[in-house]
């Protein structure tokens, strides 16, 4: 089993930036093995990927998310990063930090960004 707990969700103004974290406990020896990924959900609104990081490193990121968004990982610290720059209004949701391989899928609980115009 492994937990994530995500943080550094907020209110900011648009234009602001935010870094949400995602450490994992538990099982984290099996985090090096698994993709990591950010998802996000607005109000009224199916869950979507904002940006992927797989266990080798390689990195996608959805349309809005390129030349805002960077996310990164420390398996050393067994923590997941996204940094948002340039935030807009409609980057208001719940993140949520995402561990998968072919086997397991966890989540965290999420945490709640908010963007005022």
């Known amino acids: 089993q492994v937990q994530l707990l995500e943080s550094g969700g907020g209110l900011v103004q648009a234009g602001g930036s935010l870094r949400l974290s995602c450490v994992a406990s538990?099982?984290?020896?099996?985090?090096?093995?698994?993709?990591m990924g950010w998802y996000r959900q607005a109000p009224g609104k199916q869950r979507e990927l904002v940006a992927g990081?797989?266990?080798?490193?390689?990195?996608n990121y959805v349309d809005f998310a390129k030349g805002r968004f960077t996310i990164s990982r420390d398996n050393a610290k067994n923590t997941v990063y996204l940094q948002m720059n340039s935030l807009k209004p409609e980057d208001t949701a719940v993140y949520y930090c995402?561990?998968?391989?072919?086997?397991?899928?966890?989540w965290g609980q999420g945490t709640q960004v908010t963007v005022s115009s």
């Open positions: 538990g099982s984290i020896f099996m985090l090096n093995t698994m993709d």
């Open positions: 990081i797989a266990s080798g490193g390689e990195i």
């Open positions: 995402n561990a998968r391989d072919l086997v397991y899928d966890y």
